[in-house]
């Protein structure tokens, strides 16, 4: 089997088709001189590459930009329809779908309704959510380059199984990952929601730029994510970050109910136990995140129920950072970043209670900051999985000849999706 080796025209090739291709995802469209200054190549050079490009279907025309009396230039950018990818957020109760071009455009949405669905079904079901999102995007299902899957569990590297996801009925198959992508026939990945989150983060939001923090996901459930020397952490079997399972003081432990009773950092600070703690301080909703909305505002008119309100927002951030406090002393991460429905509802006074219960815990003391991803954070990261997966295939393919191995450049940092209103 032949691979490029240092110096040879077909790896010079692929690191200049690599950077042309990354600058006209970041600033494209762009003309011929525009794509060369920020390459540094040739006027030659940059002629054959892309040409080369557009050969290849990755490349196309966009117009020409008008300059001096006389003179015109094209302008190239990415072919969006070069390639395809799916991400998938699935729940309980239903699979959200987006799919994206190669620019990272979100193209089509779609979201399938499955309350009370169990059994061995799950192929059946995401074929159905990837064929409604598809054919709003006007491509087969099988003419995707990647899906990834987000859910509320992890798939443990050694059996194949999903485990931490006893709440998603029909998902416990033996070789989860291979069935999909056998009965889908792309290729697949199923990661952990709350990976995804840290994902999208780390790309577009809070954490951009930081290469080891903390996020925690507070919702109806607790979750939360890792990221180590820039890479994200997954632990042994899958379950690095299942903090709700985590026994906290002042929780009850799976020795003393049952590890299917609630116990636990789920117990002291998930959502059942955010209602009851506001509700003892006089404030009530339907939902969690309800219940913290309306908390703050009462907070901010103040008076004895907006003391009283403080006060629940305040034994809310001190269960929080109690979890958060041993993940802190054994990561010592650069921030924690919040997000979920209660984290979010609380805003910038839940934040600021919770940094303060939790550097009056430990000796490192991180900045705790919200998240800053718009949308469905976990359709965010999975489509960025997703893009960075399928550039590196497609990008790679231009110099590859038959019998090449793919090449092994550094993947191209997906931008920010677009996306299309909810």
Request: charged share 20%; with cysteine.
């Amino acid at each position: 089997m032949s691979r490029p080796t240092p110096g040879t025209p077909s790896l010079l090739r692929a690191i200049n088709d690599r950077a042309a291709l990354t600058a006209l995802l970041e600033r494209g469209p762009l003309t011929r001189p525009e794509l060369g200054a920020l390459t540094g190549l040739s006027k030659p050079t940059a002629s054959q590459l892309l040409a080369r490009l557009q050969d290849a279907g990755l490349v196309v025309l966009d117009g020409i930009r008008e300059g001096l009396p006389g003179r015109t230039a094209e302008l190239y950018r990415i072919n969006p329809r070069a390639a395809h990818v799916a991400g998938l957020d699935v729940t309980p109760a239903r699979i959200a779908v987006q799919v994206a071009d190669i620019t990272g455009a979100v193209v089509a949405e779609h979201r399938l309704a499955t309350p009370g669905r169990s059994g061995g079904d799950v192929v059946e079901r995401v074929r159905a959510a990837l064929a409604g999102a598809c054919a709003g995007a006007g491509i087969a299902p099988d003419g995707l380059n990647r899906v990834v899957i987000g859910i509320g569990g992890a798939v443990d590297p050694s059996t194949g199984r999903l485990g931490y996801a006893a709440h998603i009925p029909g998902w416990h198959i033996p070789g989860l990952v291979g069935t999909l992508r056998d009965g889908i026939g792309v290729p697949v990945d199923v990661e952990n929601d709350v990976n995804l989150v840290a994902q999208a983060e780390r790309s577009h939001g809070t954490a951009r730029g930081h290469r080891d923090f903390v996020l925690l996901w507070a919702d109806e459930g607790l979750g939360s994510a890792l990221v180590l020397g820039g890479r994200l952490h997954r632990g042994a079997t899958g379950g690095a970050g299942e903090v709700g399972y985590m026994p906290v003081v002042g929780a009850p432990t799976a020795r003393d109910v049952g590890k299917r009773a609630r116990h636990g950092f789920q117990a002291l600070s998930g959502g059942p136990a955010v209602l009851a703690t506001l509700r003892r301080h006089g404030v009530r909703a339907s939902t969690p995140p309800a219940a913290v909305r309306n908390a703050v505002a009462a907070a901010a008119r103040g008076g004895p129920a907006g003391r009283r309100a403080h006060d629940g927002l305040t034994e809310v951030a001190r269960g929080l950072a109690l979890g958060l406090a041993p993940i802190t002393a054994v990561v010592d991460p650069e921030i924690v970043v919040l997000s979920g429905g209660v984290a979010l509802a609380g805003g910038e006074l839940l934040r600021d209670l919770a940094e303060q219960e939790l550097h009056a815990l430990t000796i490192p003391r991180p900045r705790l900051r919200l998240s800053t991803v718009e949308g469905n954070p976990v359709l965010a990261g999975a489509l960025d999985l997703a893009l960075g997966t399928a550039r590196d295939d497609v990008f790679g393919a231009v110099n590859r000849t038959p019998g090449d191995a793919p090449q092994t450049s550094p993947p191209v940092p997906p931008p920010a999706p677009r996306r299309h209103s909810p």
